[in-house]
């Protein structure tokens, strides 16, 4: 499956319209902001969250407070941020928020419910096997699916990585697979203890025993190699050109916060996405930003909710 390229970034809007006396002031942000992130500590998008938070709360000038609340792939924290549109809680989530309104038959929100103000960093899904695995490439790994169904461990029913590994394993090379989900690290984990054969993460997820020695990347999911494993080919180099399956984050923000506050944050976010440090920092943990932001950023989450709906459909998975 192509994805259609990433766009460049937005011109931000220069005006706001007032839409109320409390979210439209230029006094905002009147208090601590709230970055409520979907996914427990440690998975990509709380790395993207809180390096955003600590490089955006000087120019907003107030504390930005990272609180994750996981569960039901990132659906809590998506309905919790949604219901208090008080002007200063705030919603980062992965590739999933465009893709639970799909899967989930009552996902409580959909992807019109928010704006996004910034499409943070993305990041390939990567496949993973243990540091001793026979498996030294993504065509020995084929080989021993197609000898035995393998079972593999992913972040969740309705991650991209896992849904990106479905349509690669059972649509494109044709063999059978066994998905076995884990908390994100512990997926990992349970790749290097040798519980399962092989993971498909995001790449931030695994980075840490990669680099540790572990666990060893046989493939990344984007359409380039990936600059912080730079001898790891893609899917694409080993015998599936179109394919091109990566995660994403983002900092979305209920409709209702709008105006003067919406323009402060849009502008921060874009300012600090550009700027060397924090590059470097998401780049260390595999995350590359985008320069998507505002109707830009809006517009690639729509087309990731079109495109995934139908991945969803294809899969035929469904979560309750």
């Known amino acids: 499956m192509t994805r259609i390229a990433f766009g460049r970034r937005a011109a931000l809007a220069a005006a706001a319209t007032l839409v109320g006396p409390r979210l439209a002031h230029a006094a905002w942000p009147e208090r601590p902001v709230r970055f409520v992130v ?52 705030l919603l980062v989530h992965g590739a999933a928020f465009a893709v639970n309104p799909t899967l989930f038959r009552s996902a409580g929100y959909t992807v019109e419910d928010f704006r996004a103000i910034a499409i943070i960093a993305t990041t390939p899904a990567a496949f993973i096997v243990r540091a001793d695995s026979p498996a030294r ?29 479905e349509l690669l394993f059972r ?34 997820t695994a980075m840490g025993l990669i680099r540790g ?5 046989v493939a990344v999911g984007s359409a380039r190699r990936d600059p912080s494993l730079p001898d790891v080919p893609t899917v694409a180099e080993q015998g599936f050109p179109d394919f091109d399956v990566g995660a994403w984050n983002g900092l979305f923000a209920p409709h209702g ?22 590059r470097a920092r998401l780049a260390t943990a595999g995350l590359t930003t985008t320069g998507l932001n505002g109707a830009a950023a809006q517009t690639f989450v729509q087309r990731e909710a079109r495109i995934w709906g139908e991945v969803v459909r294809f899969v035929g998975v469904t979560v309750d």
């Open 213 to 217: 020695g572990q666990v060893r990347a």
């Open 38 to 89: 979907g996914f427990p500590p440690g998975s990509a998008t709380d790395i993207a969250a809180r390096a955003l938070a600590e490089a955006v709360a000087p120019a907003l000038g107030q504390p930005v407070v990272v609180e994750n609340r996981g569960g039901a792939s990132g659906n809590i924290a998506a309905n919790a941020v949604r219901g208090a549109n008080d002007g200063h809680t």
């Open 257 to 278: 916060f709008d105006g003067a506050g919406m323009a402060k944050l849009e502008a921060a976010c874009a300012q600090m996405l550009a700027t060397p440090a924090l």
């Open 171 to 204: 649509r494109l090379a044709q063999v059978e697979v066994q998905h076995v989900a884990f908390p994100p690290a512990q997926a990992v984990g349970a790749v290097a203890a040798g519980h399962v054969p092989m993971a498909v993460v995001a790449l931030p």
């Open 137 to 165: 490439n993504l065509g020995d790994l084929l080989a021993m699916a197609r000898a035995r169904p393998l079972d593999y461990a992913s972040s969740g029913a309705g991650t991209v990585p896992r849904l990106g590994a």
